[in-house]
């Protein structure tokens, strides 16, 4: 079953005929999606059977893209893996590929399915696109042939890419993105020998592409944004929630909000693997989103977006993020730093032992300032403020700056870091800031139930400040700036297989 989710418009949908001219806004459509997986084997599958199980997936995509269509969208992103699943060996992977030409070729596979040979998941997501006249994001496997003279080539002959395709309102192929930065698990892809810099043009505006772990990086996530000038980012995304820093909700809308760009997230949804949480993200507020660790259905959002919000009065200021943080002095509360772990990362924490009350905690060149106002100090619950200035080394490299404010699991102190779900402190003010030595920070409120806090309830200040503003008392699992420092990363963040051995 496909439920969907559309925002009250009133009578904008009439608006929304499709005309040659630019468009000053346009309905966007994410789709959350149960994948059905294949069945576990050491061996490859015939292609019969691979491409039956790619279609009944795409059969459920079939369902929301038309329901997307029936309600005005223009574009509908659905997720990373979303036609086949996961865990593939190299071998196992390759009945599900196809060879995936580049968008150059002005190739519609639902007129001429034959051009390049056997792609009929092609044909059909291009079918999908011309006979409902929208844009379709898809997830598929490329796979290129290659040979000795190529150093590179993997000594089975072909390369094997994780592959986001775009076709157009007619069916035409006008983008693919080969992933760049694969996640650990990722050992039957390959990486593409460069970073592919992927954006097309719509009457309603430029938009950018990359997939789930690419978002960490500054090439291709930033490049794209900040060089390429970007109006919207279409984003698939298999992504396993860990909090209390990396739940998909928060940070990508946080990402949104940072980099000043619409973000449309749409995810994977398997509540086994704590997968679940797409959205539609702009810089000023979070349109819509999904999380649910309950059912095992998908879910189709919808939201009105502008077309190119660079350009909008509202379009919010870069924020310097460090400003008033190095303008104040360092609160002295007299007590002692502890350590503790948040995914496999060494904070320097202190506890917050009354009320209300003003703390910093430091590491290495990172200081954490924290004021605050709890509605009551709960004996039942306690809170830290974390700092962590290092590179992360687990699934992937890359260089953090972190401050927090988070629930700790228990009141043992041992367990701040750890994952916790509710909250009954409630935080009447507060403002959290950093010294951070980048202008890449992502803010992030988290209330009690993994909810995102109303944007009416807190503001990210040009000097760098993440406050209340409403006097709300809020029920906070976890407040976080995380600072990415790009210089300091190693060459690739990920740890997928490179060249075969």
Known sequence: MITSYLPKYGAVLTLFVLSVGALDTFIAAVYEHAVILPNGTETPVPKEEALLLMNKNIDVLEKAVKLAARQGAHIIVTPE????????????????????????????????????????????????????????????????????????????????????????????????????????????????????????DTPFGKFGIFTCFDIFSYDPAVVVVDELQVDSVLYPVAWYNTLPLLSAVPFHSAWARAMRVNLLAAATHNTSMHMTGSGIYTPEAVKVYHYDMETESGQLMLSELKSRPRREPTHPAAVDWSAYARSVKAFSSGQSDFLGMIYFDEFTFTELQTSTGNYTVCQKDLCCHLTYKMSEKRSDEVYALGAFDGLHTVEGQYYLQVCTLLKCQTTDLRTCGEPVGS???????????????????????????????????????????????????????????????????????????????
């Open 81 to 200: 893996d979303g036609v086949y699943g996961w865990v593939f060996t190299r071998e196992t992977i390759y009945p599900y590929l196809e060879d995936i030409p580049h968008p150059e070729v002005n190739w519609i596979p639902c007129k001429d399915p034959q051009r390049f040979g056997y792609t009929p998941v092609q044909e059909r997501l291009s079918c999908l696109a011309k006979d409902n006249s929208i844009y379709v994001v898809a997830n598929i496997g490329d796979k290129k042939p290659c040979n000795a003279s190529d150093t590179n080539c993997p000594p089975d002959g072909r390369y094997q890419y994780n592959t986001n395709v775009v076709f157009d309102s007619e069916g035409k192929l006008v983008a693919r993105y080969h992933k760049y930065n694969l996640f650990a698990p990722e050992i039957h892809f390959d990486f593409p020998k460069d970073t592919e810099h992927v954006t097309f």
């Open 423 to 501: 909250a009954f402190t409630s935080f009447e003010e507060f403002s959290l800031s950093g010294t951070f030595g980048t202008s890449y920070v992502f803010p992030q409120l988290i209330l009690s139930g993994s909810q995102l806090a109303p944007e009416r309830h807190y503001e990210v200040s040009n000097d760098g400040r993440l406050k209340s503003r409403s006097g709300a008392p809020l029920p906070v699992l976890v407040m976080a700036l995380y600072g990415r420092v790009f210089e300091k990363d190693p060459l690739r963040l990920g740890q997928g297989p490179g060249k075969l051995q």
